[in-house]
């Protein structure tokens, strides 16, 4: 079995910061990619930003230059720093892992229970 997760969710104002946090445990034997996505209500669940293995990131043009992501290999835990928060930020923020348990040949997608991010102008 394996299970996320997170924490860090919650009422911030316009131009406030949270960080955001994904704990992976279980029978897991490698993680490979590791990103943060976030669906507001009445949209589309969209990738907010992704990490690869070797650290490689990417984001959603939204966010580029406010948002950071980063892991920590060791703790199987990833982080979302958000600055500059914006109300169009306000979403259920959903982490996603793609990692191989043990004794398992096939890589699989799991994703966090969400958290509530919530920007008031």
């Known amino acids: 079995q394996v299970q996320l997760v997170e924490s860090g969710g919650g009422l911030v104002q316009a131009g406030g910061s949270l960080r955001l946090s994904c704990a992976a445990s279980g029978s897991i034997f490698r993680i490979n990619t590791m990103g943060w996505y976030r669906q507001a209500p009445g949209k589309q669940r969209e990738v907010v930003a992704r990490i690869s293995s070797g650290g490689d990131t990417n984001y959603a043009d939204s966010v580029k230059g406010r948002f950071t992501i980063s892991r920590d290999n060791a703790k199987n835990t990833m982080y979302l720093q958000m600055n500059s928060l914006r109300p169009e930020d306000t979403a259920v923020y959903y982490c996603?892992?793609?990692?191989?348990?043990?004794?398992?040949?096939?890589?699989?997608?799991?994703w966090g229970q969400g958290t509530q991010v919530t920007v008031s102008s």
């Open positions: 996603n892992v793609r990692l191989l348990r043990l004794g398992q040949a096939s890589w699989e997608d799991y």
